[in-house]
C-alpha cells in the first residue's frame, strides 16, 4: 500500500467532515436544537463545507507530496477544493431528501432552505480558502 492510501491517511481525510457528521446527528436528535431560536442547521452547513474543504485541501497535498498530481496554480488548487465542497454539499442534500422521503422527517422544508443549505456548506469552502490563501 502505498503512502498515499494507507490507513491512517484515510482516516486523517474523514475525521473532520465525520466529527460534522457526528455533531450534526447528536444535535438533531439527542438535544432540542430544532427549537433553538438559532437555527442549528445553518452554521453545520458551513461547518460541512469547511471540513470538506479541508479534507480536499488535505487530499491534494497528499497526491502532491506523492507525485500523483502537480498543480502549480493556487487558483486551481482553490477550484478542486471548492468543486469538491459542492459535490458534497449537492450529496448530502440528496441525502436529506431520501431521508425526508422515506422516514417522513423535514429535513428540507422549502427550496429556499435547500438552497440556504447549499449556499452555506459553498461559503464555509470558501473560508478555508481564504483562511489557506492568506495563511501562505
Known amino acids: 500500500m502505498t503512502a498515499t492510501l494507507s490507513v491512517r491517511n ?53 497526491l502532491e507530496k506523492n507525485n500523483k498530481l502537480v498543480i502549480k496554480s493556487m487558483l486551481v488548487k482553490i477550484f478542486i477544493i471548492l468543486a469538491t465542497v459542492v459535490f458534497a454539499a449537492v450529496v448530502w442534500e440528496f441525502y436529506e431528501f431520501l431521508h425526508d422521503y422515506f422516514f417522513g422527517t423535514s429535513y428540507q422544508t422549502t427550496n429556499a432552505d435547500t438552497m440556504k443549505d447549499l449556499f452555506m456548506g459553498l461559503l464555509g469552502g470558501l473560508v478555508f480558502c481564504v483562511a489557506a490563501v492568506r495563511r501562505k
Open 10 to 62: 484515510l482516516i486523517t481525510l474523514g475525521m473532520a467532515p465525520f466529527f460534522v457528521y457526528l455533531l450534526n446527528y447528536v444535535l438533531l436528535n439527542f438535544t432540542q436544537a430544532m427549537y433553538w431560536p438559532i437555527p442549528v442547521d445553518t452554521p453545520m452547513h458551513a461547518l460541512g463545507g469547511l471540513a470538506i474543504a479541508y479534507s480536499a485541501a488535505h487530499a491534494t497535498r497528499l
